[in-house]
């Protein structure tokens, strides 16, 4: 089987003529979203990152900081934005430094700006199944199942990763709708044993093709969020996923490429969050 590849930039591009239409009607009403993107220290990689995030918003401010910032600096920062009526959307750029307590700087985000979906409540409301921000590369993948009608709801999905901004909230997303889900991680004994009984496999590990063919059930739906920079080699500067493509979509009938896959569909998901609160605001001042 060869697997038919879902382009990530061609629905983003979709997705975002719509964002684009909402943002412009808000701008009409004089509510011009405005995302504020907090950066300490400017790893390469979160560097390009933000600089595609904010290519892609109308309005939108980067705070860069020094690596060794004091954390006091950023915390006033964020009061300060929390308190702008004008911005919309508070990002701060994970990871930070080692002087950073990150729970507590995400905490300190007002609940209505966190288009991350990071914030302690923002994650409670999503496992409770309330309305709330979605963190945006899970929101995106979903967004995918959704275009390319792969059914959820009783399937096998399988999860290879554990972090706050990926795999938990990815397993909370597919969970609510229906799957049957196992997430795995560094401590599983037999991560074959899983991902092959998977309908549905979802590799967010940090590990530059990780998931090869033989860990695949024939027929899967295979994604792929990782995002590496490959260092040695002949390929060196390359960019490659948690999957191993060439082998993975001999057995897969869908799957993901990188670049071209997520990535894109997460920052389409920050826009959207964007305009979202943008939306509540405009509505709150009754504009
Ligand atoms: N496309 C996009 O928009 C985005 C892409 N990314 C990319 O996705 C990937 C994952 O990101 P993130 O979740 O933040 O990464 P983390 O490093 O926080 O998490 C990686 C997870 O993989 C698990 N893991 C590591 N090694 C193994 C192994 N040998 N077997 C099974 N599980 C393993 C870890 O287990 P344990 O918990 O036990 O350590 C951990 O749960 C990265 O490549 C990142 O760059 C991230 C965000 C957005
Ligand atoms: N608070 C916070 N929120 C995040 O969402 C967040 C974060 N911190 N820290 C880092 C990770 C990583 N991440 C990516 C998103 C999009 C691309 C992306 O657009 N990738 C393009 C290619 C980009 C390139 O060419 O380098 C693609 O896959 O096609 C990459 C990586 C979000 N993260």
Redo the contacts with the bound molecule.
């Keep these: 089987m060869t697997a038919r590849t879902i382009d990530?930039?061609a629905l983003a591009a979709r997705v975002r003529e719509d964002i684009a239409a909402r943002a412009e009607e808000l701008a009409a009403r004089g509510e011009q979203p405005c995302l504020a993107v907090i950066l300490v220290g400017s790893d390469p990689?979160?560097a390009?990152?933000v600089r595609?995030?904010v290519a892609a918003c109308e309005k939108a401010g980067v705070f860069d900081y020094p690596a060794d910032a004091d954390p006091q600096v950023v915390m006033d920062r964020l009061a300060e934005l929390n308190g702008d009526t004008s911005v919309h959307g508070i990002?701060?750029?994970?990871?930070l430094p080692p002087q950073f307590d990150e729970s507590e700087v995400l905490e300190a985000i007002s609940v209505e700006k966190d288009v991350?979906g990071?914030h302690a409540e923002s994650v409670g409301r999503l496992s409770q199944g309330q309305q709330g921000f979605i963190?945006?590369?899970p929101h995106g993948v979903m967004k995918m199942f959704e275009s390319e009608n792969v059914p959820l709801s009783g399937a096998e999905a399988v999860v290879i990763g554990r972090s706050n901004?990926v795999g938990k909230p990815m397993a909370m997303l597919l969970t609510n709708a229906g799957a049957t889900v196992t997430v795995c991680h560094s401590r599983t004994r037999d991560l074959t044993f899983h991902t092959k009984r998977a309908d549905i496999l979802v590799a967010a590990v940090g590990k530059p093709r990780f998931v090869t063919g033989d860990m695949i059930k024939p027929g899967a739906v295979v994604i792929d969020v990782g995002?590496n920079?490959l260092t040695e080699g002949e390929e060196a500067g390359k960019?490659c996923g948690d999957v191993d493509f060439a082998s993975a979509s001999e057995v897969a009938s869908l799957i993901t490429p990188?670049?071209?896959?997520?990535?894109?569909m997460?920052?389409t998901m920050?826009l959207e969050n964007t305009v979202i609160s943008a939306e509540r605001a405009a509505n709150r001042k009754g504009r």
Excluded at 91 to 95: D, G, H, S, T
């Design positions: 990530g930039n990689a979160s390009v990152y595609n995030k990002l701060v750029q994970l990871p991350d990071f963190p945006c590369t901004i995002i920079r960019l990188v670049p071209g896959g997520v990535g894109p997460t920052i920050l």
